[in-house]
């Protein structure tokens, strides 16, 4: 489960919107850069990026991987139905699997859905087995992506 440093909403302003859309675009840029792009000090760049980490809006810095350049070119979302109980130690294990790059809980026939990216069908093939051997899976449902549309896991579009 993703926990957040502190539940409370936090409130941006338009500067602050500004920021993350500008270290959204590109992590590696100085804040010298972006305070000479948005007309602000650099020390104001520094202090308002610092508040952002220590409130959760921002969580981490990372690249966004391209997947297909890396050779998983199948991604894959399985539904995942679970025994009872069995729920929140099916999805702490899985999480670190090196294909899973999501695991979210839902409403429905299923108790979970995880987004997981591939080299090739064997591969998919070999992973949804193994998860069928594990005691507390009931069934599975799993779909192949066929051409990616829109997957952007950084701004959205709430910037």
Do not use: C
Request: aromatic fraction near 6%; avoid cysteine; charge should be neutral.
């Amino acid at each position: 489960m993703v926990s957040d440093v502190n539940d409370e909403i936090v409130k941006l302003d338009d500067t602050d919107v500004r920021i993350l859309k500008i270290i959204n675009d590109d992590v590696r840029i100085s804040y010298r850069q972006i305070s000479r792009d948005l007309g602000i000090s650099v020390g104001t760049v520094h202090n308002r990026i610092d508040k952002m980490v220590k409130t959760g809006v921002i969580s981490k810095f990372a690249p966004i991987l391209r997947h297909d350049k890396l050779g998983f070119t199948l991604t894959s979302i399985v539904g995942v139905k679970v025994k009872g109980g069995k729920l929140e130690n099916w999805e702490n294990k899985t999480a670190f699997n090196k294909n899973v790059v999501a695991i979210y809980d839902v409403t429905g026939e299923y108790d979970a859905f995880l987004i997981a990216k591939f080299r090739d069908t064997s591969e998919l093939d070999h992973f949804i087995k193994e998860m069928l051997k594990e005691p507390g899976i009931e069934r599975t449902y799993t779909q192949t992506v066929l051409n990616v549309v829109k997957e952007d896991m950084g701004s959205a579009n709430i910037l």
